[in-house]
């Protein structure tokens, strides 16, 4: 049947791993191993932690740093007690250790002589015509039966008591047994009767050897066995190798699932120490159905890993696989001892079997020679679920011409790896391969680590995937044949990769006539280095977007390009690559040039503004002639000795000269349509004013149907004065000086201008502007005038205010006016400052609105006639302002019979005064108004005292009132007159 493994939850023994294992042949490499199955370090020792801080005790394996142990486990005991002390192996450097806190375990960690900590861990059983198969009874026929050998079995044990060992009573000598022990806690029987894994096991050793014996040593607690006691059971056959002539080590057993070689697991240390004492370690692969892993132990590098065949010796289905894997035998339906199985368990007693019947062939056959004969001479078998071909051992070819026959093939693959470049450009790197072998060469590794596990079928050429990252790159590659000899140092061959392109610099695009020189500068690259140069050139409208595409120009390894036979007047537009050693095009730059039939600059002349002697603007006119072979087209104008600004060529065009007064250059350039331009400019010079004079001062004089005008001199600077402007207009504003018509010049030190044949009584707007030699003119003087046939102010007459009223509580009060002028009055200003400009149509009575402040004011008035003559001394009036209301008296009622009689105090005003009271009643309950003319009110002066006629209840209200009319609330009250 077939046979799983029990895989376990979770490992919490330590194992601390201290020392190199010494030299260990048949190497597979220094790959670190990579579990795929068995449980993370740190998930270990997470474990293992977390048992501790629970009070649980856990047992830990300590390797030593070289053979001597002893001091290492002095300094142990002094952490630890002796009865601690689990295992002390005596020809392996490992100590099995049992830990009680973290303490000590980090005590342990920190010696001197401790390297690593790994968990004891707990490996399960792995159990599947087989003698016909391998070639044994031919082989058995020319006497490789074992003889003299044993084979120590690491397993649940071994029924010695069974006839496949001879029905022993007890295993010694004369059994098939000649030794066993329980490694793990005795469980009394010579193997579990629940299991019979063991003895199945080494009835297959006993099956392939007959003669051999077997040395059972179990390992096993129930399903599992720990890695504390492989290793004593593994220590106890290094020390009884000679007693029992072992020549192999069955481990039937595994843990896990690794995917490279795993040299720094525990086992593996305690498996190469095996093989260094002359024992072949033959250990089985897994029943995991892994593609790509097998178990620990036979991840070891010193251990001959197993695979199973079935019986139509193809690879089991469930048989571990991995290129790394040493052999496979048969392994399904295997009976031995009385008991069938499944699993690369049966096979690997079958290669230990092997192994000891080799020796009866080749007695002076070390390990390794042992294990060449067996591989060598084995049959090619592909596993088609990963395409990798093993060998299954053939111990009839194996045993083919006894000790005479020729050495199998032990020898690994050489060859030579070649590069097609020492640079490049992607990660993918192809290559190819040379290689000779004796069994010819079957497979390869390829890798740009320093390791490599993964092998795939021999190719004479391939391609490899580079580390990441620019700089050098070294490819390896493994060979192995088909003997499984695998090259301990790989070929090799170093590349740069160099994924950057060149960067940087500049292109110029130089032109001649009917040709264009390129240039491409500054450049650099970082990586492999520049190589050559690339260009390619477009007469469209903008440069190719790279150099692969337009027209492409010769490579260039400096950079340089002439471009001739080109057609005048047409732009050439470039682009220029850098390319590296590696094959990588920068982007690259862009220039271009116009190409040209002739090289002659133009000549020619400038005028400023006609030849003027003053310009008033910086923003001139400019006159130009020019001359050339071809055709003047442009023209650069610059205060300065330099210019980028160029325009298009006209016989005048306009130029702007530089800031400030005074002498002022103007420089011109001038360019023919190929681009030819003027070395030295040619110049002209004119003054410049920009600074208006300052406009003068003006009287006017009102005359009869005109206005004369005076003003004083003016003053300007730099150019001077030249004259004076006058407009006027009837209009609402004054024309500038510079509209027409309405213009009147002026000379300077002309300084009067009459406007005459005006209408009177019309109003005249008028401006006066000076203006200076270089034309600038002034902003202006404006006023504005009536013309008038008299020039006499109206007479001023009377004003009372509010019918000379001595106070008034609302601040619009009637105004009555008089006034006479020979032109009749027109106007009137009425105003409570001394200065009045609100002019009003003049009327005999108008309203006018006080000021805000209470008290006096003085209403003062000035009249105006048609012509704008205007008095100069107001007539005025004054009244006073009151809008407040005095207080309300307090009132006394005293009834008697029919009446009341009220008195009140006096009361109060801030303004204009008390004047008197009013009082008003009615029967009833609510106080009616104050009121002049109402309904029983009184106005009432002192005595203030009133009496009240009425048989019924009365309600009063007395108000005060103030000289400017203003009333009080008053004070409201009830009473009743007596019977």
């Not at 806190?101 to 968990?119: C, G, H, W």
């Not at 020039?791 to 009223?805: E, M, N």
Request: charged share 15%.
């Amino acid at each position: 049947m077939h046979h799983t493994p029990v895989r376990l939850a979770a490992l919490v023994p330590l194992v601390v791993v201290l020392a190199s294992c010494g030299p260990r042949s048949h190497d597979r490499g220094d790959s670190a191993d990579a579990a795929t199955d068995a449980e993370s370090p740190r998930s270990e020792r997470e474990a293992l932690l977390d048992a501790l801080d629970r009070g649980e005790p856990r047992i830990v394996l300590v390797v030593g740093r070289g053979d001597d142990q002893g001091t290492l486990r002095q300094a142990m005991r002094s952490r630890v007690a002796r009865e601690d002390i689990v295992l002390a192996a005596t020809r392996l450097p490992i100590t099995a250790v049992r830990v009680r806190d973290r303490q000590t375990l980090a005590a342990i960690e920190a010696l001197d002589r401790v390297e690593r900590v790994e968990p004891e861990r707990f490996h399960t059983a792995d159990a599947i015509p087989s003698l016909e198969l391998i070639g044994q009874p031919a082989a058995l026929a020319r006497g490789a039966d074992g003889r003299g050998r044993s084979v120590a079995v690491l397993d649940t044990g071994a029924d010695y008591t069974r006839a496949a060992f001879g029905s022993c009573a007890s295993a010694g000598p004369d059994c098939g047994v000649v030794y066993a022990q329980d490694f793990a806690p005795s469980d009394g029987v010579p193997d579990d009767p629940g299991s019979m894994h063991g003895t199945n096991v080494s009835g297959i050793v006993r099956l392939v050897a007959p003669s051999a014996r077997v040395v059972a040593l179990d390992v096993f607690s129930g399903s599992t066995a720990s890695s504390t006691h492989i290793v004593a059971a593994l220590d106890w056959v290094i020390a009884n190798r000679d007693v029992y002539t072992i020549a192999a080590v069955n481990m039937s057993l595994g843990y896990g699932g690794f995917t490279s070689p795993c040299p720094t697991d525990v086992l593996a240390v305690a498996v190469q120490r095996v093989r260094d004492a002359g024992i072949v370690p033959v250990i089985a692969s897994g029943n995991g159905s892994l593609t790509n892993a097998i178990s620990s132990p036979a991840c070891a590098p010193a251990a001959v890993s197993v695979g199973a065949v079935d019986r139509a010796d193809v690879p089991a289905s469930f048989s571990n696989s991995s290129s790394f894997l040493t052999v496979m035998a048969p392994g399904t339906i295997v009976e031995a001892a009385g008991i069938t199985m499944s699993g690369t368990s049966q096979a690997t007693p079958h290669v230990a079997g092997s192994i000891a019947a080799l020796l009866t062939a080749y007695p002076s056959d070390g390990p390794s020679d042992l294990v060449a004969r067996l591989v060598g001479t084995g049959i090619s078998i592909t596993d088609r679920r990963n395409g990798l071909t093993f060998r299954r051992i053939s111990l009839d070819a194996a045993t083919v011409g006894g000790a005479t026959s020729p050495p199998p093939d032990i020898t690994p693959p050489t060859g030579s790896l070649r590069l097609p470049s020492d640079t490049v450009r992607t990660a993918s790197v192809a290559f190819t391969l040379e290689a000779t072998d004796a069994s010819g060469v079957s497979g390869m590794c390829v890798s740009s680590g320093t390791s490599c596990t993964t092998f795939v079928p021999f190719a004479t050429s391939g391609v490899a995937t580079l580390a990441s990252g620019d700089g050098s790159k070294t490819v390896r590659v493994w060979l192995r044949d088909a003997a499984g000899n695998t090259t301990t140092t790989p070929l090799s061959a170093t590349v740069l990769l160099d994924t950057r392109a060149p960067s940087g610099g500049s292109v110029t695009a130089t032109t001649g006539i009917r040709r264009v020189t390129l240039v491409a500068t500054g450049t650099t690259d970082t990586g492999s280095g520049l190589a050559t140069y690339r260009a390619s050139f477009s007469t469209g409208a903008s440069a190719p977007s790279t150099c692969a595409v337009g027209t492409a120009l010769p490579e260039s390894s400096t950079g340089r390009w002439t471009h001739e036979g080109l057609v005048p007047g047409t732009t050439y537009r470039y682009r220029a690559c850098a390319v590296d050693r590696a094959g990588n095009v920068g982007v690259g730059l862009t220039a271009q040039a116009i190409v040209v039939e002739e090289l002659d600059p133009p000549t020619g002349t400038i005028v400023i503004e006609g030849g003027r002697e003053w310009a008033r603007t910086a923003r001139v006119s400019v006159q130009l002639t020019a001359s050339d072979a071809s055709t003047v087209t442009h023209v650069c104008l610059s205060p300065t000795t330099s210019c980028t600004a160029w325009v298009a060529f006209a016989a005048t065009v306009t130029g702007t000269l530089g800031a400030g007064a005074g002498p002022r250059p103007l420089n011109a350039w001038f360019r023919d349509r190929w681009g030819n331009t003027s070395i030295a400019p040619v110049s002209d010079t004119i003054l410049l004013d920009t600074v208006v004079p300052a406009s003068p001062g003006v009287v006017v004089q009102q005359r009869d149907g005109a206005l004369a005008l005076r003003w004083a001199e003016g003053t300007d600077a730099p150019s001077g004065l030249l004259g004076y402007v006058v407009t006027s207009s009837t209009g609402a504003t004054a024309p500038a000086c510079t509209a027409v018509p309405n213009v009147a010049a002026a000379t300077a030190g002309t300084r009067e201008h009459v406007l005459s044949g005006l209408v009177n009584g019309v109003t005249v707007r008028y401006r006066v502007c000076a203006i200076d030699v270089a034309g600038n003119v002034s902003a202006g003087t404006v006023g504005a005038s009536i013309p008038a046939p008299e020039t006499t102010p109206p007479s001023p007459g009377t004003i009372r205010v509010a019918a000379d009223a001595e106070w008034t509580r609302t601040r619009a009060v009637p105004v009555s006016l008089s006034a006479t002028d020979p032109s009749g009055v027109a106007q009137v200003c009425l105003s409570t400052s001394t200065t009045c400009t609100a002019w009003v149509p003049y009327a005999s009575t108008v309203t006018f609105t006080l000021a805000t402040t209470a008290g006096t004011q003085t209403v003062r008035a000035w009249f105006r006639d048609p012509y704008g003559n205007t008095t100069v001394t107001p007539i005025s009036d004054t009244i006073g302002y009151d809008a407040v209301a005095p207080s309300s008296p307090a009132v006394t009622a005293v009834p008697r019979s029919g009446a009341v009689d009220l008195s009140f105090a006096v009361a109060t005003d801030s303004g204009s005064g008390v004047m008197g009271y009013l009082l008003a009643w009615s029967t009833g309950t609510t106080s009616p108004a104050c009121s002049v003319d109402g309904a029983r009110s009184y106005v009432l002066t002192d005595p203030r005292v009133a009496t009240l006629s009425s048989t019924a209840p009365i309600a009063y209200r007395v108000c005060a009132r103030d000289r400017a009319g203003n009333v009080s609330a008053g004070l409201a009250g009830r009473a009743s007159p007596l019977p």
